[in-house]
């Protein structure tokens, strides 16, 4: 019997669908994939920076449903499966690596200094050009701009779009 079906029925947001409660946040965030999906970064690299934030954050939500746009996106399962360690893992390339590494930079507090150092920059610089990595950048603000609504709404992970926000009154 699988259990993981069974508590997943009896599982519940904390608040419904946002934005069934502030309807401003469709054009917002219709306006956010637009940006990222304007092929300046490959959509591979969108959602592995997606994933590792997810990861980051420490939210099941984000990163089961980042882990499945990964998939759709084409990236083979032992780059996805390897995300959380991708400093020494064989599968990424340069490129993906940098952003894995800006993602880290910006999501996770450091020490003192720049968060982003004008080496990481000159680095990502190597890999991407200006627009891409104005897009780049984007694409941490996109989601980023979700992690608050992860984190505090506790949407439901690995269901339909129609029923991640189910609250025990929407039932």
Known sequence: MDTTTNTLDTLTSRFPDPQQ???????????LFKIIGNGA??????????????????????????????????????????VASWKDAPYFTAAERVALELVESVLTPGGHGERVTDDLYARAAEHYDD????????????????????????????????????TATTG
């Not at 627009?131 to 780049?136: P, S």
């Open 41 to 82: 970064v490959p959509r591979s690299t969108v959602t592995l920076v997606h994933l590792r934030a997810g990861q980051l954050v420490e939210n099941t939500y984000l990163t089961v449903m980042h882990t499945a746009h990964a998939r759709r996106a084409g990236v083979p399962e032992e780059k996805i499966a390897a």
């Open 21 to 31: 409660l502030v309807p401003e946040l469709g054009d917002v965030s219709a306006s």
């Open 131 to 166: 627009t891409a990595l104005a897009t780049l950048a984007m694409v941490i603000g996109q989601v980023n701009f979700f992690i608050p609504l992860a984190l505090i709404g506790k949407p439901l992970p690995g269901v339909s779009m129609a029923e991640q926000w189910r």
